[in-house]
């Protein structure tokens, strides 16, 4: 019993390591980045996006709006690369 705890414990990091740069792996492939500056471009303060719901809903619209055709699971990878790296919420 031990043992799978201490095997689950260095297993875990790795694992949501790995999750987090799929999501951004997904970003850089389908070239999101040619218009979005990262660091400057996607702030919690922006009217725009005021919680996760918000931020699904663009993700949605600029991915479909430039012919990007995601799962609906990698478009929750990217949502959740961009939320966990600049936005942050908690809340949909
Ligand atoms: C051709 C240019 C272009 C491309 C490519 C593009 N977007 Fe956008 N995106 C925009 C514009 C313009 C806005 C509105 C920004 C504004 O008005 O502040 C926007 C807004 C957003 C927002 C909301 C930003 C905020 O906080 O206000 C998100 C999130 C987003 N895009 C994600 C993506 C993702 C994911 C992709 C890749 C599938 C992508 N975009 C590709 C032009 C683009």
Same mark, same amino acid.
């Given at each position: 019993m031990k043992n799978i705890l201490q095997k689950m414990i260095l297993v875990l990091p790795? !694992?949501?390591f790995l999750y987090a740069s799929d @999501?951004?792996?997904l970003y850089m492939e389908a070239n999101?980045?040619?218009?979005?500056h990262m660091d400057e471009q996607?702030?919690?303060?922006s009217e725009? !996006?005021?919680s996760l719901h918000d931020l699904k809903g663009w993700v949605l619209g600029c991915a479909n709006n430039? @012919?990007?055709e995601w799962f609906p699971e990698e478009n929750k990878q !990217? !949502?959740?690369?961009?939320?966990?790296?600049y936005?942050?919420?908690t809340e949909e």
């Open positions: 790795l !694992v949501s @999501g951004k792996t999101c980045q040619k218009c979005h996607y702030d919690p303060r725009k !996006v005021t430039f @012919g990007i !990217v !949502v959740e690369y961009l939320n966990e790296t936005y942050h919420y």
